[in-house]
């Protein structure tokens, strides 16, 4: 550690760790939380001084760290020593998300407590509710735009209702996710209503203008998110008569993290949902913190030094709390939110792998796999200490972040294959059994995102309509060739809700004048537990998925490789239609082979390498695979997660 301090800055910090001491005086706590200091004071030092003057910010911070910890209830204290002794327990091969609308899934939140069986039987040990802190009335964005962050919406339940539910979740071993929206609230929100009311304190928690001449410089380089049903970047505000920052919605006011006291806000914030015993937080839309004229206002290096600070200050209050960031970004910024440089392990936990979901979609609609691997050969190291968070299919639309270079060089156009892609999952190719839905198409960027359910998108929806039996096995092979890539690829794998029985696309939110306008709802079905309850009986598509899913997660959880500290490395095999992950470790090697199209695939068993000359056991089904021949033949969509035969 090089962190030094001279003169007058030395004693500021000495004198935050005085303060603490001071305010934790006579609590137990005091010495594991100076201790705690030590360690991860720095961090927050560094973090907060990178982007504020840390000698006024370094009290006020150190403030609502010291009441956080004095109000910690026991048993999260007593779950702080359990996670401290096992820092990895969100990158063992046990841990299984699982991602759900509160209301969708169970009703509301006591709902969820009486589904706790179900996610059990599952393995699911890691639950991330989406968003359920009270909204803005009529539209809110799925929830993410918060009016109130310290209470629950009210049909789902009370702040204590969610303490509840956190704490029976721990007792069956089940870690607890919540959003943490940080890039903007509701407009209903109390800050934005002091803002608008012209409180200059919460003026400057918000980006105002008074005229369109600031709002246009930014405009010339940013691009727009929503570019259908909110364009632009700025929105006038009647009542104060200012343009305001809204990235998102209209009604999402950005807030301005140049200033310190949303620094500190959102520290009192994080500390008083974590003393309710939330595990994680998804640091949603964490990439758009930081503004910089004339760039895209995304990704810029402050963010790394803000998350930095957050996670220290968490860190000190409640150190068994992780980070998992939402950055959809192209590749190359991805890696820094789980931390580069300086910061290196010190930022998100856990990050959001949307090249590994997109690579598997692109790769299952072309049934070749060299542009997966190119792309994901390129991804830069991560810190051992973190994890990817993996999935196939999320509440949100898929973006097709193919990268132009990764493209040209197996010598395909990005822009062609991100057109392809699109219109093949997007209903445009008669050829395609996708059945999703073009979301933000963008004439100007040639850009389209794609809705839809993985289901739908796999070809179970178009096969059940045709009543055609070999398209419906192929298309539940495809789904399960893409979920095995997520569960396979090490990292933290989330399922999401309903992808388990195969959930098809679900269009009555049409109805609903609050959400017809956003098709995102098309894949946010709600759970049908009378399906549920048939879950195992063979005869269904629900059944049969279930059971795929079920084997997938019990070959996961055997398998030590899987540990997120172990790199995999993605390879296209000698037939490009194969793809391999090979996961090399102390305890035993891990060959994954995926064939990625709808024919039967020879290739050499030099690829299975070191695991080739012997008989070899799939993890997944338990069956035998001779690896002494000179090929290996694999069925349509086939994965194969190939480990040495016990001698
Ligand atoms: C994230 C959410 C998305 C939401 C946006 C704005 O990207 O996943 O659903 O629209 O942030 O909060």
Known sequence: MHFMLGGQQASTYQRGRNQLAAALKKSPQAVDALARFDRFAPDLWDGLAAVYDVEIVWPAVLDVIASAITARPSALIERDRIRQLQPDWFQLPETVGYVAYTDHFAGDLNGIENSIDYLKDLGITYLHLMPLLRPRTGENDGGYAVADYKSVRPDLGTIDDLESLATSLHANGIALTLDLVLNHVAEQHEWAVKARNGEEKYRNYFLMYPDRTVPDQYEATLPEVFPDFAPGNFTWD????????????????????????????????????????????????????????????????????????????????????????????????????????????????????????????????????????????????IPTTTAWATYL??????????????????????????????????????????????????????????????????????????????????????????????????????????????????????KNPALAGDNRWMHRPHMPWDVVAQRNSRATVAGQVFARMSALISARKSLASLHAATAPVVFATDNPAVVAFRRRHPAGDLVELYNVSAQTQILPTHSAWPLNNANAIDAITGSLVDLTEQTITMAPYAVWWLTAQPS
Request: one cysteine or more; a negative charge; aromatic letters at 10%.
């Open 393 to 510: 299919r999320c509440h949100d639309d898929i973006g097709w972040a193919i990268d132009d270079a990764d493209a040209g060089a197996i010598g395909v156009s990005g822009y062609d294959h991100r057109a392809y892609i699109s219109g093949y999952y997007g209903g445009e190719l008669p050829q395609s059994p996708a059945r999703g839905a073009h979301f933000q198409v963008n004439p100007l960027t040639g850009d389209r995102r794609t809705s839809g359910s993985a289901a739908s998108l796999a070809g179970i929806e178009s096969a059940i309509e045709a009543k055609d039996d070999q398209a419906l096995d192929l298309a539940i092979n495809r789904l399960m060739c893409g979920y095995s890539m997520i569960f396979g690829f090490g990292g933290l794998p989330l399922l999401y809700m309903g992808d388990e029985i195969g959930l098809l696309n679900d269009v009555t939110y049409r």
């Open 238 to 381: 009647e009542s104060s008569q200012l343009w305001v920052w809204t990235t998102f919605n209209s009604w999402q006011w950005d807030l301005n993290w140049a200033n310190p006291d949303v620094f500190c806000e959102f520290v009192d914030i994080l500390t008083y949902l974590a003393n309710k015993g939330v595990d994680c937080f998804r640091l949603d839309a964490i990439a758009f913190l930081w503004k910089r004229l004339g760039t895209n206002s995304q990704n810029q290096p402050e963010v790394h030094s803000l998350t930095q600070g957050l996670r220290a200050a968490l860190r000190i209050a409640a150190p068994s709390v992780i980070f998992k960031a939402e950055a959809i970004v192209a590749p190359s910024d991805l890696v820094a939110y789980l931390g580069t440089g300086e910061h290196a392990g010190k930022v998100s936990d856990l990050a959001y792998h949307n090249s590994l979901m997109v690579q598997a979609w692109s790769t299952l609609a072309i049934g070749e796999g060299r542009l997966m691997a190119q792309a994901l050969q390129r991804f830069a190291p």
